[in-house]
């Protein structure tokens, strides 16, 4: 993992991205800034860990570029993958909230970088305690929103259906977290990862996206390659 400080064109698109999550007037944007300021960029590759279940940690993180995967394990050791995280989002916003342990375990799916927050004090400090709240809220909300979301493309489906709707709606926020002008995209999404979410096995997966998306779609050690054809 490496760190750095952000460049001025990040900082506004991370000052632009908070304003909108916090659903701040626009007399936020110089303490916005001011906390911003006060952070560095870390640099992930992919399995990288940023956040450990259970852990007692509370800091707050910024996904500036790349794709950051949320998985959960019970007792026994079984994995449920929760949620995708992409570009725009926060990440550590209900502990920060409850002061409570990790619930889930995140780690880089894709090579990334994330903008450390830290914990409610820090931010509060920049922003106000009522800000602060209002902030880490509508974040977790839209997390919540987002992990019903992913949930119901499996609930009352076929397999192929199921695999297929997972498929399209990852690709869908991939595309839109890209970079304009990029023409390969790799979406966070292993064989393992479809087994997972669905119930079944890695064959049945490989089947379903081969007869769904014919060759068009390549697994890789990092998920499916595609090749984004460039806007007319």
Request: proline letters at 3%; aromatic letters at 6%; charged letters at 20%.
């Amino acid at each position: 993992m490496q760190q750095g400080g952000p460049h001025v064109s990040t900082r506004r698109f991370i000052e632009e991205a908070l304003m909108k999550t916090g659903g701040f007037a626009p007399d936020m944007a110089a303490k916005v800034r001011g906390l911003i300021d006060n952070c560095r960029l870390h640099f992930y590759s992919p399995g990288d860990p940023l956040i450990r279940q259970e852990t007692l940690e509370a800091e707050v993180f910024f996904v500036n570029h790349g794709v950051f995967k949320t998985i959960s394990s019970d007792d026994d050791g079984n994995q449920t993958i929760l949620s995708f995280s992409f570009r725009g989002n926060l990440l550590g916003e209900i502990a920060a909230i409850d002061q409570t342990p990790r619930s889930a375990t995140v780690t880089a799916a894709t090579d990334a970088s994330i903008l450390r927050l830290g914990g409610f004090s820090k931010i509060s400090n920049a922003l106000g305690t009522a800000e602060t709240f209002q902030l880490l809220s509508r974040a977790a909300c839209q997390r919540l929103r987002d992990l019903t979301q992913l949930h119901e493309l499996i609930l009352n489906r076929t397999a192929q259906e199921a695999v297929v709707a997972i498929v399209e709606n990852v690709i869908e926020r991939s595309r839109m977290s890209a970079q304009r002008g990029c023409r390969d995209l790799v979406i966070p999404l292993t064989q393992g990862d479809l087994s997972l979410m669905t119930g079944y096995r890695r064959e049945t997966v490989n089947r379903i996206i081969k007869t769904a998306f014919g060759n068009s779609m390549t697994f890789t050690r990092s998920g499916l390659h595609i090749d984004v054809q460039p806007a007319g």
